[in-house]
């Protein structure tokens, strides 16, 4: 949604417990996004914006959902905000750490443990020449703080060829037990 009368925009959360039934409508006033980079292409690859990328829900734990937001520049990274009482209030935004020598990060992936202990996060680390590595991190507290990034891949792929070969790239998930 857009504020008019500020420079600010905030985003929305629509919960329902009942198949769609109701909605409980909630302004996340503590997610706000400069009105500059509204308009902005959001998420995890280049030129991404500072709005929400992803959210999910605590598969055990009712009310808590943790939203993750990109944050590019000469350190890029993810953040996370977690809530436990259904979006009226946010965590501080945590970090799950950089990449040296990356220039963006893609692809992100995150998801919750079946027995909700951990929160677990994929991505691609980017570098100059668009050659690229996969990464992940995980918390054990819902979001408060994250491991060290772990190298997941065995070397850095290749940058793709957009003129050869379109579909050489890879896609990223997680899955945690």
Not at 4 to 16: E, F, K, P, R
Not at 19 to 41: C, D, E, F, S, Y
Not at 135 to 157: H, N, R
Request: with cysteine; hydrophobic share 35%.
């Amino acid at each position: 949604s857009r504020d008019w009368s500020s420079d600010v925009c905030s985003s929305d959360l629509g919960i329902t417990y009942d198949n769609g039934k109701t909605w409980q409508r909630h302004v996340l006033k503590q997610i706000q996004i400069p009105a500059a980079a509204a308009g902005a292409r959001g998420g995890g690859g280049p030129g991404g914006g500072p709005g929400l990328s992803n959210l999910i829900a605590d598969p055990l734990t009712a009310g808590r959902f943790t939203a993750m937001r990109f944050v590019g520049g000469a350190n890029p990274h993810y953040e996370f905000t977690t809530t436990n009482d259904d979006g009226k209030t946010w965590s501080a935004f945590t970090a799950a750490g950089t990449v040296p020598d990356a220039t963006s990060f893609t692809k992100p992936a995150i998801t919750y443990s079946r027995h909700a202990e951990l929160l677990a996060i994929t991505w691609k680390a980017v570098y100059a020449g668009g050659s690229f590595d996969l990464w992940g991190a995980i918390s054990k507290d819902a979001g408060k703080t994250f491991s060290a990034p772990l190298k997941l891949s065995s070397a850095k792929s290749p940058a793709r060829d957009y003129y050869r070969n379109s579909q050489q790239d890879d896609n990223d998930g997680i899955d945690l037990s």
